[in-house]
Antibody, heavy 120, light 106 residues
Framework: QITLKESGPKELKPTQTLTLTCTFS??????????MGWIRQPPGKALEYLAL???????RYSPALKSRLTITKDPSKNQVVLAMTNMDPVDTATYYC????????????WGQGTLVTVSS | SYELIQPPSVSVSPGQTASITCSGN??????ASWYQQKPGQSPVLVMY???KRPSGIPERFSGAHSGNTAILTISGAQAMDDADYYC?????????FGGGTKLTVL
């Protein structure tokens, strides 16, 4: 059974850096073709892709946010970490951790999401 | 920039068929996925590779792809299908989501 759980700060001030951790179980991020990533959703708005990291450390970022994002993995800890710099109130959103199966272009497993609020 | 266009809303009567479209340039060359999201919940994958249903998704959900348009069809819609639906596809090195469609079953 695959499970994903996000953790990190609930509130941030503008210009701060957000660091989110996804702790997972039920699969190995060392398995060929497997990827994990982050998707966010501002309140009442659509889903927005942020970043993906694959078993071979290949990384894919949203072109619009690439300069602010860093995604890393630690398979030994079953964790994936997303850092997002220079946070702004418009970055207030629920951030989801997602799993992409071997060589899949879809996300079958999602975490419960964590709401991050950016406010001064 | 690449965009996936969905109608903001679709309404259907219980038992009838609802179709939700997703359009985008060059979508004909890509696999589309669909997600269902109910209020306060995480999205659920209901269709992948255009027309494949994950385990546990009812047979009333089906998918198709015609040219630059992907289509999610719900045959015999039920009250439980009332939700937001998002399409998703790859563009270059980035995933893209459509703006979402609110399906109302009433």
């Amino acid at each position: 059974q695959i499970t994903l759980k996000e953790s990190g700060p609930k509130e941030l001030k503008p210009t701060q850096t957000l660091t989110l951790t996804c702790t997972f179980s039920g699969f190995s991020l060392s398995t060929s073709g497997v990827g994990m990533g982050w998707i966010r959703q501002p309140p009442g708005k659509a889903l927005e892709y942020l970043a993906l990291i694959y078993w071979d450390d290949d990384k894919r970022y949203s072109p619009a946010l690439k300069s602010r994002l860093t995604i890393t993995k630690d398979p030994s800890k079953n964790q994936v970490v997303l850092a997002m710099t220079n946070m702004d109130p418009v970055d207030t959103a629920t951030y989801y951790c997602v799993h992409s199966g071997p060589y899949s272009s879809s996300f079958e497993y999602w975490g419960q999401g964590t709401l991050v609020t950016v406010s001064s | 920039s690449y965009e996936l266009i969905q109608p903001p809303s679709v309404s259907v009567s219980p038992g009838q068929t609802a179709s939700i479209t997703c359009s985008g340039n060059k979508l004909r060359d890509k696999d589309a996925s669909w997600y269902q999201q109910k209020p306060g919940q995480s999205p659920v994958l209901v269709m992948y590779q255009d027309d494949k249903r994950p385990s546990g998704i009812p047979e009333r959900f089906s998918g198709a792809h015609s040219g630059n348009t992907a289509i999610l069809t719900i045959s015999g819609a039920q009250a439980m299908d009332d939700a937001d639906y998002y399409c998703q596809a790859w563009d270059s090195n980035s995933e893209m989501f459509g703006g979402g469609t609110k399906l109302t079953v009433l």
